[in-house]
């Protein structure tokens, strides 16, 4: 069960200038790069630049995709459904983002990343209301229930996966059993539920040119 690839993901979080929390375990830690050196990655990544409104707004974006690890494609098929919805998109769209499979699987310390998380659904490693499913985009809903297979329970290194990512705190719109390795969503996530400095607005403002 890998987990992240290496420099490549600190220099992601080093570009955005916040932690993405693509490493697990270890963006924890003191030792993180991102905490010893938040400058940009390069030659020139400790100068100032002036960015201009676009590249602020391109900036933003960036962040969520790689925070939550998705697509341009797939990015711009959860905005289109935020419009669509009741709310402010924005918010709407971070919603949408928190609701996904593979985000509540690493959400409820299943897995030691986002990245993590998106391989064990593929896998085939958890049941959705009782049925297998490895569609990681997958959108859960309110009373929604995630378990373990018996196949993953016995894999090398699941364990140990879950003890160390079990002292991340579990989000209070979901119920965790520890014991049965289960997940039950008991509420639509809001805002404040999302630990990323992020201003969506800028998101919207982007599109809706």
């Not at 987990?3 to 490549?8: E, Q, R």
């Not at 570009?15 to 010893?36: H, I, N, S, T």
């Not at 064990?120 to 049941?127: T, Y």
């Not at 965790?176 to 607005?201: F, G, M, S, W």
Request: with cysteine; aromatic share 6%.
């Amino acid at each position: 069960m890998a987990n992240g690839n290496g420099d490549a993901d600190c220099r992601q979080c080093r570009r955005e200038g916040v932690k993405l929390f693509l490493k697990g375990g270890k963006c924890y830690l003191a030792k993180c790069p991102v905490a010893k050196r938040a400058t940009a990655p390069g030659q020139h990544g400790n100068q100032k630049k002036k960015v201009s409104e676009y590249g602020g707004q391109l900036r933003e974006k960036m962040k969520v995709r790689r925070f939550y690890g998705i697509l341009e494609k797939q990015f711009r098929r959860y905005f289109a459904l935020a419009v669509k919805s009741k709310g402010k998109t924005g918010e709407v769209l971070l919603q949408l983002l928190e609701r996904r499979l593979d985000n509540i699987v690493y959400r409820a310390g299943l897995a030691a990343s986002r990245s993590q998380a998106r391989q064990m659904v593929l896998h085939g490693h958890f049941l959705l209301n009782g049925k297998k499913v490895n569609i990681p985009s997958c959108l859960v809903k309110v009373n929604d229930a995630i378990s373990v297979t018996e196949k993953a329970r016995g894999l090398t290194g699941f364990k140990d996966i879950v003890e160390s990512a079990g002292s991340r705190p579990v989000p209070n719109w979901m119920e965790y059993n520890t014991e049965n390795l289960t997940c039950r969503i008991i509420a639509l996530p809001t805002r404040d539920d999302v630990d990323l400095q992020v201003k969506e607005h800028l998101i919207v403002e982007l599109y809706s040119k």
